[in-house]
C-alpha cells in the first residue's frame, strides 16, 4: 500500500518515496500533439496544478534522462514516451507567497522569485551567467536568453510559470491601484513578461503556464498575446483533480473496503465532486485536495473526519473572495441570491478580464466560475449554465454571502451568538436564537427589498446562517433542488445525543397577514409528509418547526 500523497507536489518525490500517483501523463502527450506550443491553464486553489508542472518539468528536462525510467515506469507516458521527453532545459517560475503588503513588497517579492527561476536554472546547467541582481526582473531575463543563445547553440528552453496570478490576484482583492501600476499599461511586471514574449523568436520553445484566474491576461495582452487558453477544452477537462473512477482505485489501493467504499463516496461526493469545465465535457471532477485531505484523515483514524474541510483551503478561498468586490454590475446581489438558492445563472465566461475597466455581470459570473464557486452544471443554446459544484464551496459561497450581508447592513454574528445557537439546538433541540439573529437580518432589509423578498431570501438567511453550525450536516431544498424540507440539521455525531432540527418556511406580505394561520396548516402538511421520507423517519430526537416570516417579523410554532 503506497502513501496518500496529501500536501506533496514534487513529482520525483511523490514517485521516489512511493506515494500514491493518480496517473495524469496522457496529457502530456495530448498538450505535445496540439499545434500550440504556449498554454495557458487554469484551475481554482488545491486542484493538483503544482503537482502537473512538477511532471511536466521532469518528463522534458534534459538533466532528468537518467532518471527517466525510474521516474515514469507504470504510466502512460512512460509506456508511450514521445521524441521530445528529455529534450528541454526548464526554466521554472513559481509566484506563489510574494508580499503584497506594498507596492514596493510586491515588486521586491516578484524579483526575488525571478532571481530564484534565474539561479536554479544556471545551476541546473553549468550556464556561465552571472546574476546581476541590480538589473530589473526583465533585464536579467534578458541577459539570460542572450547567455543561453551563445552557449547552447540550437538547444531550447521550456518556460513553465506556476501560480502566475498569484500575487496579482492578492493585490486586486486589497489594492486595486498598486495592481495597475505593477501589471496595467507599462507596469513593471508586464514588460518581464514582453521579454518573455521575445525570447519565443530564438531560445524559448515551449510555455506551459498556470494560474487561478486570466486577471491579468487583458492587462498583459499587448505584450504577451502567445499563450492559447487551454482551460475550457473538453479534451482536458480531466487533466486535473480527479476522476470518480481514478478515487475508486486510489480507496482500493489503500484498501478500503467495498462496503467502506459505498459509505464514504456518497459523502466525498455532495462535498467535493460537481467540477465541470468544459460546456461539452462528460465527466464531473473530484478537488484532489480535499479528496486527499478526507482519505488522509479517515485512515489515520477509521472514521469519517469530523471537518470536511482543510483549514488551508478555507483560507486561500477566503483571500480570493476579496477579488469579488471588483464587481460593480448592478445585478450582482441577485446572481449570488440566485446561485446560493440552487438555481443557475445563463451566461457565456469570459475569457480575459481587464482591472482598468468595471467589472459588470457577465464578468462578475464567469469569476465566480474560475475562483471555483460556480461550474458548468449545464448549456442552453450554447450558453454555459453556472451553479454551485458542492456541499462544501456552498458553505464557502454562504459564508462569503453572509460576510457581504454582514458589511453591507453593519451587522455580525458573535461567537457568543454562535455558540448559543449551537447549543439550543444540539441540546434543546430549539431556534429561538437561530430566528434572532435571522430577524436582526430582516430588519435590517430596505422597502426596495421588501418589494423583491419572498420566501426564498428568508431561507437564504437561514440556510447561511445554518452552514457555519459544524456540528451538523445541513441538508436544504436549496440545495437537492426538488421536493424536501427546507432546512434539516443532522448531527454529525450520533453518539452524543444532539438534538435534529427540521424547518418548513412560509412568507406573506405585510396585507396578508391575514393568512397567518392557513399558511401554517399548510406547512404543518410539509412537514408531515417529510416525516414519512425514509431519510428523516430514523432521525432520532427530530425537533420540527413552522416559520413564518411576514414582512420583517417572525412566527414560529414548534410542530409535536
Not at 20 to 37: A, C, F, H, Q
Not at 399 to 405: C, D, Q, T
Not at 458 to 479: D, G, P, Q, R, T
Request: aromatic share 12%; with cysteine.
Amino acid at each position: 500500500m503506497k502513501k496518500l500523497p496529501y500536501g506533496i507536489s514534487n513529482y520525483e518525490e511523490l514517485i521516489t518515496e512511493d506515494y500514491y500517483y493518480v496517473d495524469k501523463t496522457m496529457y502530456i502527450k495530448k498538450l505535445e500533439d496540439l499545434p500550440e506550443k504556449r498554454i495557458m491553464f487554469l484551475r481554482p486553489r488545491k486542484f493538483g496544478k503544482t503537482l502537473f508542472t512538477s511532471t511536466l518539468e521532469y518528463y522534458y528536462d534534459i538533466n532528468a534522462t537518467d532518471k527517466f525510467e525510474k521516474l515514469f515506469k507504470n504510466t502512460y507516458i512512460g509506456e508511450n514516451p514521445t521524441n521530445l521527453k528529455n529534450s528541454y532545459y526548464i526554466l521554472r517560475f513559481n509566484f506563489s507567497g510574494i508580499d503584497t503588503s506594498t507596492a514596493d513588497s510586491t515588486m521586491i517579492g516578484f524579483k526575488e522569485k525571478v532571481i530564484l527561476g534565474i539561479k536554479r536554472f544556471v545551476n541546473s546547467y553549468k550556464l556561465d551567467f552571472y546574476i546581476n541582481i541590480e538589473q530589473t526582473p526583465e533585464g536579467m531575463l534578458g541577459s539570460l536568453f542572450e547567455a543561453f543563445r551563445n552557449q547552447k547553440i540550437n538547444e531550447k528552453i521550456y518556460v513553465i510559470i506556476d501560480e502566475y496570478d498569484h500575487f496579482a490576484n492578492e493585490l486586486l482583492g486589497f489594492q486595486t491601484e498598486k495592481f495597475k501600476e505593477l501589471v496595467s499599461r507599462n507596469g513593471k511586471v508586464r514588460k518581464w513578461y514582453e521579454v518573455l514574449k521575445e525570447g519565443t523568436e530564438n531560445v524559448v520553445d515551449r510555455i506551459f503556464v498556470t494560474g487561478v484566474a486570466p486577471i491579468t491576461l487583458d492587462s498583459l495582452t499587448s505584450g504577451f498575446n502567445i499563450c492559447s487558453d487551454k482551460t475550457q477544452n473538453r479534451d482536458f477537462n480531466e487533466m486535473l483533480g480527479f476522476t470518480q473512477s481514478e478515487l475508486k482505485r486510489l480507496m482500493t489501493d489503500q484498501e478500503i473496503s467495498e462496503k467502506n467504499q459505498e459509505i464514504i463516496i456518497p459523502i466525498m461526493k455532495e462535498n467535493y465532486d460537481g467540477y465541470k469545465f468544459s460546456i461539452k465535457a462528460e465527466e464531473k471532477i473530484y478537488n484532489s485536495n480535499m479528496c486527499l485531505y478526507f482519505l488522509n484523515d479517515y485512515i489515520k483514524y477509521n472514521e469519517i473526519p469530523e471537518k470536511l474541510i482543510d483549514v488551508n483551503i478555507a483560507s486561500d478561498y477566503s483571500k480570493l473572495s476579496k477579488m469579488l468586490s471588483l464587481s460593480k454590475g448592478e445585478k450582482k446581489q441577485e446572481i449570488l441570491e440566485k446561485t446560493i438558492s440552487g438555481e443557475g445563472v445563463m451566461t457565456e465566461i469570459t475569457e480575459k478580464f481587464n482591472p482598468e475597466v468595471e467589472f459588470k455581470d457577465e464578468e462578475f459570473a464567469s469569476m465566480l466560475f474560475y475562483l471555483g464557486y460556480l461550474t458548468i452544471a449545464g448549456e442552453r443554446l450554447g450558453i454555459p449554465e453556472l451553479k454551485i459544484p458542492n456541499k462544501i464551496m456552498s458553505e464557502i459561497y454562504s459564508s462569503y454571502f453572509l460576510n457581504l450581508l454582514n458589511k453591507e447592513n453593519n451587522l455580525s454574528i458573535s461567537n457568543d451568538e454562535h455558540n448559543k445557537i449551537l447549543e439550543e439546538i444540539a441540546l434543546e433541540g430549539k431556534i429561538d436564537k437561530l430566528v434572532e439573529i435571522a430577524h436582526r437580518y430582516l430588519n435590517n432589509l430596505s422597502n426596495r427589498d421588501y418589494q423583491k423578498f419572498d420566501e426564498k431570501y428568508v431561507k437564504l438567511i437561514f440556510y447561511c446562517i445554518a452552514m457555519n453550525l459544524k456540528l451538523f450536516w445541513i441538508k436544504s431544498e436549496l440545495e437537492v433542488n426538488r421536493n424536501y424540507p427546507d432546512l434539516l440539521f443532522i448531527p454529525k455525531d450520533n453518539t452524543k445525543g444532539y438534538k435534529a432540527v427540521m424547518i418548513e418556511f412560509k412568507y406573506l406580505k405585510k396585507d396578508e397577514k391575514s393568512k397567518l394561520e392557513e399558511v401554517k396548516e399548510q406547512a404543518k402538511e410539509q412537514l408531515k409528509t417529510y416525516g414519512e421520507f425514509e431519510e428523516i423517519k430514523n432521525i432520532k430526537d427530530l425537533n420540527k418547526y413552522v416559520v413564518v416570516a411576514v414582512n420583517d417579523e417572525i412566527f414560529i410554532e414548534k410542530i409535536v
